[in-house]
């Protein structure tokens, strides 16, 4: 039986703090990603010139100063094959220098012993080219590795490598000969790569235009590095936004919706450059609504980031998450009973198990996550929900792992973690009271509203938009001669009222014609 096709929907929604990144399947909610667009920020993938600052040789390991408040981690494992080779070139950078030849007369070998010390390679003080493999979480820094790669869309590139692998998912010996030989003829001296899957069947101009592309990304880091006297950022990763399009950009995403032209322009030419031809799903979002309402992903974030997550037929998940662990229990709530409670008891558990894969890459939840599923009996049962939810977590991008049930219910799943847990607080503040518990009378608001209009048409404002809740603007514009009638009336103004479900009962915000906030 052939399976249904899922619809992908990405929705991007830019302001002046962040940018908020929505994947939807199917109209669901899936993956929810925040950039902001203010101050520095430590991303996976970001490559600095860092400074050793601590050896810890019982831990065969060192604190290296990348620039954060929170010294970063690397480990002796996580040098890789050839750091001497990258100690080399780091050492002999100068602006004076033909970095190109430098690189390229560099030896590789030999490669570190795998039961080496760290203390033999690494001194405090010294500056060491590392890579982000993992945000700061809770008090600890980043984690990093001084194995330094590029992720494009079909390849990753290696600097100081020699190998080119091949992803093993693709099947077919001569693709996979094929793919070899062009990487291996294109690639120059003290350059690795691994070919990733998508790669599979993909012409030689798209494969040798990303390779040239991600070389040169490498190569334009290298006068920060000769320039630099101390910790330097020396290249970003892709955006959180590209890289959700590097690795899930396929025939099944059937639009790109934004509401910002720089952006829009930005994710049009990089889809043409990974995916040609198919950069016409990329759409400028120009409702009056915002473009999280108008997709309900407003809606959905409410409901699926609270403590107690809603389940259909009444069950519902309540998540607890603390540094060591996250904690899930299944309950099958006001579900309405069948005759056979056992299989009740798995129709519920099977729903849970959908939701709880959703809400692991939702919340971007890692570590070890305990789930209570409801106790069965029937051994069946229970091999059958260990198989289901092994089979839900396929699509997930993070490595993890899920172990059988126990004979207490208990499911172990184990998901790497490289960022904090996404948490939003879906609590508001009361907007009556603002959390003083005594509140003015709500029949004065609209004297308040119109003494603000007045207001900003005293200072010479003759276009304004107020944006306030929709049982507001229900209340404001009700009847024929509704209060936002007789305002345009009588002060002569345009007034365009903009209804959004984020804000409180009575939150309201009035910005002119070129959305400057007035009040």
């Not at 690494?122 to 194995?147: D, F, H, N, W, Y």
């Not at 607080?425 to 209009?453: F, M, Q, W, Y």
């Amino acid at each position: 039986m052939e399976t249904a096709k899922i619809e992908k929907v990405l929705v991007v929604d830019s302001s002046a703090s962040e940018v908020r990144i929505a994947l939807l399947e199917n109209r669901r909610l899936i993956e929810l990603d925040r950039e902001s667009t203010q101050g520095r920020s430590f991303s996976v993938g970001d490559v600095y010139l860092g400074r050793v600052k601590k050896i810890l040789p019982a831990l065969n390991a060192a604190f290296v100063d990348i620039g954060d408040n929170k010294e970063a981690f690397i480990h002796y494992l996580d040098l890789g094959l050839y750091f001497t080779a990258f100690d080399t070139f780091v050492k002999g950078s100068n602006p004076n220098r033909d970095m190109r030849k430098l690189y390229s007369d560099i030896r590789l070998g030999p490669i570190l012993p795998k039961e080496g010390r760290i203390e033999d390679y690494l001194k405090p003080g010294q500056m060491v080219v590392v890579q982000i493999v993992k945000e700061p979480i809770s008090t600890k820094g980043s984690r990093l590795t001084a194995e330094i790669s590029l992720a494009g869309r079909n390849i990753v590139l290696l600097p100081f490598a020699e190998k080119v692998s091949v992803s093993q998912k693709i099947s077919s010996k001569e693709e996979k000969k094929r793919l070899e030989t062009l990487v291996k003829s294109i690639l120059p001296k003290n350059y690795g790569a691994i070919i990733r899957t998508a790669a599979e069947n993909k012409t030689t101009a798209v494969l040798v235009a990303e390779l040239r592309a991600l070389i040169a990304k490498w190569e334009d880091s290298w006068k920060t590095l000769a320039a630099s006297k101390g910790v330097n950022l020396l290249f970003t990763e892709y955006d959180r936004m590209t890289s959700v399009l590097r690795d899930l950009l396929n025939d099944s995403f059937s639009s790109i919706c934004v509401n910002d032209q720089k952006i829009y322009d930005e994710v049009r030419e990089y889809v043409s450059l990974i995916s040609p031809g198919q950069e016409k799903i990329v759409k400028m979002y120009d409702g009056k609504e915002s473009i999280f309402d108008h997709f309900e992903v407003t809606r959905q974030i409410k409901s699926s980031f609270g403590k107690v997550v809603p389940m259909r037929q009444g069950a519902y998940l309540v998540i607890e998450t603390t540094e060591a662990l996250n904690v899930i229990d299944v309950n099958s709530g006001t579900r309405a009973k069948t005759t056979d409670q056992e299989e009740n008891t798995f129709e519920v558990n099977k729903i849970a198990a959908e939701e709880i894969a959703r809400q692991l890459r939702l919340r971007d939840m890692g570590g070890i996550v305990i789930v209570d599923f409801i106790d069965m009996d029937d051994a069946e049962h229970r091999n059958e929900l260990f198989k289901y939810m092994k089979s839900l977590m396929e699509p997930d991008r993070a490595k993890h792992n899920v172990l059988p049930l126990t004979k207490f219910g208990l499911m172990q799943i184990t998901r790497q973690r490289i960022r904090p847990v996404t948490e939003i607080n879906t609590t508001e503040k009361c907007p009556l009271c603002h959390g003083t518990g005594k509140i003015a009378s709500t029949v004065i608001i609209d004297e308040e509203v119109e003494r603000k209009i007045a207001d900003a048409v005293d200072q010479g404002y003759k276009n304004l938009t107020l944006r306030l809740s929709p049982i507001l603007g229900a209340y404001l514009t009700r009847g024929f001669n509704s209060f936002a009638s007789k305002w345009k009336r009588r002060y002569k103004c345009k007034l365009k009222l903009v209804e959004v479900t984020d804000h409180g009962i009575l939150q309201y915000e009035i910005f002119d014609d070129k959305g400057k906030a007035l009040a």
